[in-house]
């Protein structure tokens, strides 16, 4: 939560305060998250407009997770921007909006704002849908589960046809 009262409520006020935050549970996806608790760098602008407030913040957060292909540790940064209105309360009932809809209307609380909804969003979008430990990653081996990074001359032999199985099993009892 972030105060806006030291702005007031006098259109074209602003303030930049920088903050660090410690990041909450699940901020990412599956593969991919920034830490719970780990450190999240935030710079604000806060700006305040005759519906409210609008905010502008860049996010900065370290990443681990893994590479879907490999399973090989990622350690990344992720940076994000947004911007929001965040309607005073006053202002949103006089413009016919109820505080009970969720139709994707910021309110402001007691001149206090949430950003975790908005960074959480920002920071998700941002990440990659399958992220890799390098561009052209080749993955794992479907045969063995040898990463193929490391062994990149990895092969087996050829199956052999379960049809002309029994044949190689008569070449051997020749031998």
């Not at 929001?84 to 009970?100: S, V």
């Not at 479907?142 to 990895?154: K, S, T």
């Amino acid at each position: 939560m972030l105060d806006t009262r030291e702005l007031g409520r006098r259109p074209g006020s602003q303030r930049e305060v920088s903050r660090t935050i410690l990041a909450p549970a699940d901020l990412g996806i599956e593969v991919l998250r920034v830490p719970e608790g780990a450190p999240v760098e935030l710079d604000l602008r806060i700006e305040a407009v005759m519906e409210g407030v609008l905010v502008t913040c860049e996010a900065l957060a370290s990443l681990e997770g893994e590479c879907v292909r490999c399973l090989e540790p990622i350690d990344d940064d992720v940076d994000v921007r947004f911007q929001e209105l965040f309607l005073y309360d006053d202002q949103a009932a006089t413009a016919g909006y109820d505080p009970e809809d969720d139709d994707g209307v910021s309110m402001l609380e007691d001149d206090l704002l949430d950003l975790e909804p908005l960074l959480r969003d920002a920071v998700v979008l941002a990440l990659p849908f399958q992220p890799l430990c390098e561009e052209d990653c080749p993955g794992l081996c479907v045969e063995c589960g040898a990463r193929l990074a490391d062994d990149p001359e990895h092969t087996h032999e050829a199956p052999i046809d379960p049809r002309w199985a029994g044949l190689t099993e008569l070449q051997h009892d020749e031998d």
